[in-house]
């Protein structure tokens, strides 16, 4: 993080790239259930903004659907009882399937948001996702159905929907609403809580704008939308 500059930024090389990657789900067996939320949320937005991305392809629809798969049966479970070795597993296996999602379809407005949030305020990059995950989703389909009713992106929020509800008959404005309830049963508290008020709204936006994540949202959101978001994610 620029502390001056109040960005977070990442860094990236291909000298970074590792030649094995060891994912051990031991290593979470004692992760705090406020930790287990918040990286947990991460994990399966990484899984859903992929998905619903311009750039989705086959190889990351797979390993997303297979991500978002896991982490609905999985989450809550590991939240509350983070001894639970079939749920701890599942939850490393979608966080694996989230990065490997991301980083060939890109991610979408909920880490547009996370980027400056997290430069400007104390907010775990996890608790800022989790906060916005059901919001965004929310505007985004209602964006989508105002704007872009016949978007394929529409399609694959009702297919996000089916996946995590388990009903196949789910539609697209399910998926906000399920995500939205665990967020609640989560306990995830609101961006107040990280000293956010209101009348930081506009430079927030302002910088979301600008973040290289906002590419891959399905729907150019406007100023408004994003406002709304901001805003409905702020109080405790």
């Known amino acids: 993080m620029a502390e001056d500059e109040q960005v977070k930024v990442s860094l990236r090389s291909p000298l970074m790239l590792p030649a094995v990657a060891v994912i051990d789900p031991e290593l979470t067996y004692s992760l705090p259930p406020s930790v287990t939320a918040s990286t ?5 937005t990484q899984c859903i903004e992929p998905f619903v991305s311009p750039q989705a392809n086959p190889l990351s629809d797979a390993v997303a659907r297979e991500g978002m798969h896991r982490a609905s049966g999985a ?9 639970d070795r079939e749920a701890r597993r599942d939850m490393a296996v979608a ?25 400007m305020f104390p907010v775990p990059h996890g608790m800022a996702c989790a906060r916005l995950l059901p919001l965004i989703a929310e505007i985004n389909v209602r ?7 016949n978007a394929v992106a529409l399609a694959r929020y009702d297919e996000v929907a089916r996946i995590v509800t ?7 404005e399910d ?9 609640a049963e989560l306990s995830v508290p609101g961006l107040a809580s990280y000293g956010v008020k209101g009348g930081d709204i506009p430079r927030v936006v302002a910088a979301a704008r600008q973040a290289s994540s906002m590419q891959g ?14 805003g409905a994610a702020i109080p405790a």
């Open 40 to 44: 947990g949320l991460d994990a399966l």
């Open 75 to 83: 989450l809550l479970r590991a939240f509350r009882d983070g001894s």
């Open 95 to 119: 966080s694996l399937c989230g990065g490997l999602a991301l980083a060939n379809a890109k991610l979408g407005a909920v880490h547009g948001f996370a980027s400056p949030l997290c430069g």
């Open 143 to 149: 964006a989508l159905r105002t704007r872009m009713p």
């Open 166 to 172: 388990g009903d196949a008959s789910a539609r697209a």
């Open 175 to 183: 998926a906000a609403v399920w995500l939205r309830e665990l967020v």
């Open 217 to 230: 949202n399905p729907i150019v959101l406007t100023d408004a939308e994003l406002y709304e978001a901001l």
